[in-house]
């Protein structure tokens, strides 16, 4: 295994060297990226709670060379994923040298039938690439580089760069992905209702809330049985523990119906709340588990559980 990264490494590394060689032959002097870049970049993937649920993220680039460029534009190049594609406009930054900078990108279609990028840990994790990225760079300061003026990655020299991933996301997003594809083939799970409600907990009778799930079969799908829903940061089960077993047992509607009280009642939980209104759900696909998924709810339905967190927590 270590041979065979070793190997990737010295194949980006000549991507690089080949990017950078024909950035050398550029005509103009004032358009030539500095020989000594290329091979001093680094770049780290990363992804906030918040982009988790549009698959967004970002390719953080640094500048480990002594020269001053613009940072125009990338892509991401991961196994188990089709190409990436902007997240907005990306306006050119100047890298400085030591300074880090952000190209937002939204990760690409998942490849269910590829394998996905390594799982690694420690000081693996840090420092052994899982993808690489294609950053465009010209020289300069954003304000005076030649062609940083149009910010749309499509101009200055492209560099290849190889890609640490420290917190995994990039295989988490695809086991992730593939498990909700398998268990939408044989059921669809989705929020249909939230709301405020007395429900009874082991130290009696509170207020707490409802949440409804509608579990339809897919007609022709596999066997998909709900094992476990886990609450959230913002909600918890009111009988103190995961609902599971009886608790998710459809009935004649197809519907099930979750009691739940408030995880905490300190008013910040709210406030900066980011996965509190996604369910974790367990569920196996012909007896064969599969990581975790999450069931979103509608903006309605999120604004109705910071109501029901509100009222039950007794805040003014």
């Known amino acids: 295994m270590r041979a065979g990264r070793r190997a990737a490494g010295l194949l980006a590394a000549a991507a690089v060297a080949l990017a950078t060689g024909a950035a050398c032959t550029a005509p103009d002097d004032a358009d030539r990226l500095p020989d000594d870049v290329a091979g001093h970049l680094s770049a780290e993937l990363r992804q906030e709670r918040t982009q988790y649920a549009d698959r967004r993220a970002v390719v953080h680039v640094t500048n480990g060379s002594g020269s001053t460029v613009t940072l125009v534009g990338g892509t991401l190049d991961a196994p188990g994923y089709g190409p990436s594609s902007p997240d907005g406009h990306h306006r050119p930054r100047t890298l400085a040298p030591g300074a880090g900078r952000d190209v937002r990108i939204r990760l690409g279609d998942v490849d269910c039938d590829a394998a996905a990028p390594e799982t690694l840990s420690g000081a693996d994790a840090q420092t052994t690439p899982v993808a690489t990225a294609t950053v465009r760079l010209v020289p300069g300061e954003a304000s005076a580089a030649p062609g940083a003026d149009g910010g749309s990655g499509d101009t200055g020299t492209a560099v290849r760069v190889d890609v640490t991933d420290p917190l995994a996301r990039l295989a988490a997003v695809h086991a992730e992905t593939c498990a909700e594809r398998l268990v939408a083939s044989g059921l669809a799970v989705r929020v249909t209702d939230v709301r405020a409600a007395r429900v009874r907990t082991p130290d009696g009778v509170v207020d707490g809330g409802r949440v409804t799930l509608a579990v339809e079969p897919v007609p022709g ?73 999450y069931v979103p709810m509608s903006d309605e339905q999120r604004a109705a559980t910071y109501d029901l967190v509100h009222d039950a927590c007794g805040w003014d």
């Open 221 to 293: 799908g596999p066997d998909v049985r709900l094992l476990q829903v886990a609450g959230t940061t913002l909600l918890s089960p009111a009988a103190g523990h995961a609902w599971s077993g009886d608790d998710l047992t459809p009935g004649a509607d197809g519907r099930v119906v979750l009691d739940l009280v408030p995880a905490r009642c300190d008013p910040h939980v709210v406030a900066e709340d980011k996965r509190g209104t996604f369910l974790p759900v367990h569920a196996e696909v012909n007896g064969a588990r599969q990581p975790e998924i």
